[in-house]
């Protein structure tokens, strides 16, 4: 069974650090596009990063600079590097599977990231 | 980055209504256009990519359709299950953004 599992999600303090993890199974990270997409409380849908199989790695502005994506073949697994937290990036955080020719077809159950003092 | 315009942000509906949700591009997407479905506390789920091809599973009375850089999703008959919000993204160029949303009431 195709599947994505998250987990790392926390309450954090503004200024401070998280990675989020996505551990795939049924199926390869490094063979497909990876995304990272967001949901503040009561809010739409942000995206704001992808890893392409070829290692390519894309990010929206509002997270540039801060946020890394990356990914662990040997683990088959995605992750979410978070640096300077803002209160502006708590939000439900999913990790999804999916190519810019086949949308996002594959989705976890999402972690929530809380960024307060 | 190319901006996504979807309207309306909601509307209210019957059981066995037609309902069309659209989006507009800023510029040029060819057919980089997905439409999903997202119901409270849930992951979203694809229903259509490439603008008109429906995802494996998803009911025929879901479509989408392309003219220019207006986009439509179409639910032909309105089922009690399908109150819901539902998103479009381009993925023509990154960042892939998405639409705002559009919530379908009752």
Known sequence: EVQLVESGGGLIQPGGSLRLSCAASGFTVSSDYMSWVRQAPGKGLEWVSVIYSDGNKYYADSVKGRFTISRDNSKNTLYFQMSSLRAEDTAVYYCARGAYYSGLDVWGQGTTVSVSS | ?106
């Open chain 2, 1 to 106: 980055d190319v901006q996504m315009t979807q309207s309306p942000s909601s509307l209210s509906a019957s059981v066995g209504d037609r309902v069309t949700i659209t989006c507009r591009a800023s510029q040029s997407i060819n057919s980089y256009l997905n439409w999903y479905q997202q119901k409270p506390g849930k992951a979203p789920k694809l229903l259509i990519y490439g603008a008109s091809r429906l995802q494996s599973g998803v009911p025929s009375r879901f479509s989408g359709s392309a003219s220019g850089t207006d986009f439509t999703l179409t639910i032909s008959s309105l089922q009690p299950e399908d109150f819901s919000s539902y998103y479009c993204q381009q993925t023509y160029s990154a960042p892939w953004t998405f639409g705002q949303g559009t919530k379908v009431e009752i």
